[in-house]
Every structure is written in structure tokens, then in C-alpha cells.
Nanobody, 127 residues
């Protein structure tokens, strides 16, 4: 398995921006589909964004389309999530996930599709 460490979370005002990073170690992520999930208190862990290993195709949940951008730098073994125009409802713990050779279906990935997870980073958006 690949080990993942997230960073870049914090407190930001509504309308602000943050960039999350997910540094991988143990294996190169070239053949891994990478994703970000988030979990608010008392809620399930939800899909946010993913980027495939094969063509770098990106997928987003509707609520973040046009505001968030996922990208990957295979040379640095790192995945990023740039978050713009943040809203209070984006407040959550954000988790990075990885799964080798994962293909994403029309319904998007689910937490159970991924076997490697980071420890999470807190994002708090104040109104």
C-alpha cells in the first residue's frame, strides 16, 4: 500500500481559497487513481474529487464543480486540491485516498473503492 499525508487545511473566511496537498510515499502513484473525500461531523464520508491514473481524467461532485480543481504531480508523488470560493458548507475533514488501477464509473467512486487513506486535514470556512 501507499502511505498518504495530507496538509494545507486551516481556517478561512467564506469566499477564500486553500490548497490541500497529499504527499504519497512507499510507492509511486503513477498507476494510482487518487481522490479527495470529506467528512463533516455526524455525516458520512463523501466524495469530492478524483483524478485517474491512466489519462488524468478528473471527476467532481456537483457541489464543487467550477470551484475546486484536483491535480497530480507524479514526479513529486503528490496530489493537490485547489479550493476557491469556499463556503461554510465546505467545512469538513478532508481525506486523500488512493487505489491502484481504479476505474471510475458513472456514479463516481465510493470510499470502499479505496484501500489507502491519509489521516485527514481540517478545513473550516467561517461565514
Amino acid at each position: 500500500q501507499v502511505q498518504l499525508v495530507e496538509s494545507g487545511g486551516g481556517l478561512v473566511q467564506a469566499g477564500g481559497s486553500l490548497r490541500l496537498s497529499c504527499a504519497a510515499s512507499g510507492r509511486t502513484i503513477t498507476t494510482y487513481t487518487m481522490a479527495w473525500f470529506r467528512q463533516a461531523p455526524g455525516k458520512e464520508r463523501d466524495f469530492v474529487a478524483a483524478i485517474t491514473w491512466s489519462r488524468g481524467t478528473t471527476h467532481y461532485v456537483d457541489s464543487v464543480k467550477g470551484r475546486f480543481t484536483i491535480s497530480r504531480d507524479n514526479a513529486k508523488n503528490t496530489v493537490y486540491l485547489k479550493m476557491n470560493s469556499l463556503k461554510p458548507e465546505d467545512t469538513a475533514v478532508y481525506y486523500c485516498a488512493a487505489e491502484r488501477l481504479l476505474r471510475i464509473g458513472a456514479d463516481g467512486p465510493r470510499p470502499g473503492d479505496f484501500s489507502s487513506w491519509g489521516q485527514g486535514t481540517q478545513v473550516t470556512v467561517s461565514s
